[in-house]
């Protein structure tokens, strides 16, 4: 009865324990904002346009799925792709299976850059996750899968 009562009040908007989240979320983005740029900066790269690497790379293709992804126009995807093309990271070819859709792929280039940006935020982000006991990290994993899952 007392683990359902706190549930029923935990998932209340302004139940203090999601306002103490709330607290703490502002200042983890936060912080996680100011590390990505100390991460990627001195590669060249902005944190955005390192996140766009990744997502190709992890089968996101289509601009229009990294549009909504990031919640933006296409027309500011389009130039960050244009950017990555220009750095020779990103092609674009026409899909086989639609003609009129542009499929994206990482370059060899493209691959090699991602994988020294994912070791340069590996590295970043350890310094706070080191902290963690392995149980720790895999309920944080849990909990994070749970809340970006947009069909939770």
């Known amino acids: 009865i007392v ?8 998932k209340a908007k302004n139940s203090p ?23 990627f900066e001195p590669l060249g790269f902005r944190p955005v346009r390192a996140l766009l690497l990744e997502l190709i790379g992890r089968g996101y293709v289509y601009p229009k799925q990294l549009a909504d992804m990031l919640d933006t126009v296409p027309s500011a995807i389009s130039a960050m792709l244009g950017e990555l093309e220009e750095k020779g990271l990103v092609a674009r070819e026409i899909d086989t299976n639609d003609r009129r859709r542009v499929q994206l792929k990482l370059t060899s280039n493209g691959e090699d850059t991602r994988k020294t940006l994912k070791n340069a935020w590996r590295d970043t982000s350890f310094v706070r996750l080191k902290q963690l006991e392995e149980d720790e990290l895999e309920t944080l994993l849990e909990i994070y899968k749970k809340i970006l899952d947009p069909m939770s």
Do not use: D, G, K
């Open 3 to 10: 683990y359902s009562r706190f549930m029923a009040t935990s």
């Open 17 to 39: 324990v999601v306002e103490e989240l709330n607290e703490y979320s502002l200042q983890l983005m936060w912080t996680l904002r100011q590390e990505s740029y100390r991460a």
